[in-house]
C-alpha cells in the first residue's frame, strides 16, 4: 500500500474499506433486482433512501434559517420498510465512535442541524443508526475490506449530511418566496412545486396541526450507500397537509 493510501487509512478515510462497484454496469436499487439479490453493489431490499428532513419550531431546534436532518431510511421500493436489523450494532456511543475516527467537523456539524427535539441529540442519533442505518444492506462489515470496528457508522452519518447539504429546503422555499410567517399560510401545491422542482422528482410533505412539520426526499441507488450514485426518485407516499391553509411558522415565534 502506498504512503497516500496508508494516510488515508490512518486519517479513518471513509471509502478506504467498501468495495468498489464500478457504476456503468451496476443495477439501480428498485430497478429489475432480480438478477442480483444482497451485494454490497446493489441496495436491497432497501432500494428506496429517504433523506428526512425536520421543520421544528416547538420546540425550535437548529437555525432559524434551515430546516434540521431526521435521517437516512432505506425502504423497501413499495412502501414497506425494515428496521432494527441488526441489534449487535445497536450503539449507545455514536459520540464516541465519531470522535474515535477524527470526524469532528461531522460531528460539529451534527451538533447544529441534526437535532432533537428533547435536546438528545446523542439518542436521537442512536435511534437513526440502530432503527435504519443497520438496515443498509451495502454497508454491513462484510460489504468491507480490511473492516474497522465502526467504520459503517461513521461512513454512515457522514453521507446523511452529504445528502442533507445538497438538499437546502429552506432556500428552495425561500426561492420561491415561500417563507416562514407567524400569518400568512401556503397551498400544498406550492410547496410540494418548489421542492419537487428542486429535487427533480415528486417529494412527501408533512405537517403537524397545520403547519409544516417535515420532508422525505426519496432517492434510487446505483452502487453502494455510500460512494454509489444517487438519483431522485419520486415519493412512495402521500403529504399529511391538508391542501390550503398551511402555515410555514418561523423557528422564533415561541
Ligand atoms: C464500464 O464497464 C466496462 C465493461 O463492463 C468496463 O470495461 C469499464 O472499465 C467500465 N468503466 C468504468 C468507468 O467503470
Ligand atoms: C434484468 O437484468 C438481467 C440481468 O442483468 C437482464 O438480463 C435482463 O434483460 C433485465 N431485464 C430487464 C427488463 O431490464
Ligand atoms: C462503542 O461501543 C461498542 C459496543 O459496546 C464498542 O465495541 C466500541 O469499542 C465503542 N467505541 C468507542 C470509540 O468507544
Known sequence: ??????????????????????????????????????????????????????WDTNPATGPSDSWTIHGLWPDNCDGTYQS?????????????????????????????????????????????????????NTIEPSCYSNYKPQQEVGDFFNKVVDLFKGLNTYEFLSDANITPSSSKTYELSDLEDALSKAHGAKVTINCEDGALDEVWYFFNVKGNAINGQYIAADAASDSTCPQSGIKYLPKDSN
Open 1 to 54: 500500500m502506498g504512503a497516500l493510501a496508508s494516510q488515508l487509512l490512518l486519517a479513518g478515510g471513509a471509502l478506504a474499506g467498501l468495495q468498489a462497484c464500478s457504476l456503468n454496469s451496476t443495477q439501480l436499487s428498485c430497478h429489475n433486482t432480480t438478477a442480483v439479490k444482497d451485494s454490497c453493489c446493489l441496495n436491497s431490499p432497501g432500494g428506496l433512501l429517504l433523506q428526512t428532513q425536520f
Open 84 to 136: 432494527n436489523c441488526d441489534e449487535s450494532r445497536a450503539y449507545k456511543n455514536i459520540t464516541e465512535i465519531l470522535k474515535s475516527q477524527s470526524r469532528t467537523e461531522l460531528l460539529d456539524y451534527m451538533n447544529t442541524y441534526w437535532k432533537d427535539e428533547n435536546g438528545d441529540d446523542e439518542s436521537f442519533w442512536e435511534h437513526e443508526w440502530s432503527k435504519h442505518g443497520t438496515c443498509i
